[in-house]
Nanobody, 123 residues
Framework: VQLQASGGGLVQAGGSLRLSCAASGRTFSSYAVGWFRQAPGKEREFVAGISWKGFTTYYADSVKGRFTISRDNAKSTVYLQMNSLRPEDTAVYYC?????????????????WGQGTLVTVSS
């Protein structure tokens, strides 16, 4: 499967961005999808996840109430709406498909990864 993440950019603190993750080459709708991020010098961390049909979503505490994950299986695309952005949200954001219909927060639960899109939030 190929994943293409897009939508990153430079935004001021308090602003918004919407990331997209387009998938091809796999039965996308059968698997959970997650967004992760990695800041310079830090480990990759879980941001948000969504189950195969989109009925279950889960978030890292640091983004809860500010970020919203959604999916459109007809378009094989998952979105991450990011509002009230903070400088500490600056990172490369990656999308990944899980090995199951539901998944958790561990990177080992995900097998295919996109190339990442850079989000920079200025203060």
């Amino acid at each position: 499967v190929q994943l293409q993440a897009s939508g990153g950019g430079l935004v001021q603190a308090g602003g918004s961005l919407r990331l997209s993750c387009a998938a091809s080459g796999r039965t996308f709708s059968s698997y959970a999808v997650g967004w992760f991020r990695q800041a310079p010098g830090k480990e990759r961390e879980f941001v948000a996840g969504i189950s195969w049909k989109g009925f279950t979503t889960y978030y890292a505490d640091s983004v809860k109430g500010r970020f919203t994950i959604s999916r459109d299986n007809a378009k094989s695309t998952v979105y991450l709406q990011m509002n009230s952005l903070r400088p500490e949200d600056t990172a490369v954001y990656y999308c990944a498909t899980a090995r199951a219909r539901y998944s958790g927060r561990d990177v080992d639960e995900y097998d295919f990864w996109g190339q990442g899109t850079l989000v920079t939030v200025s203060s």
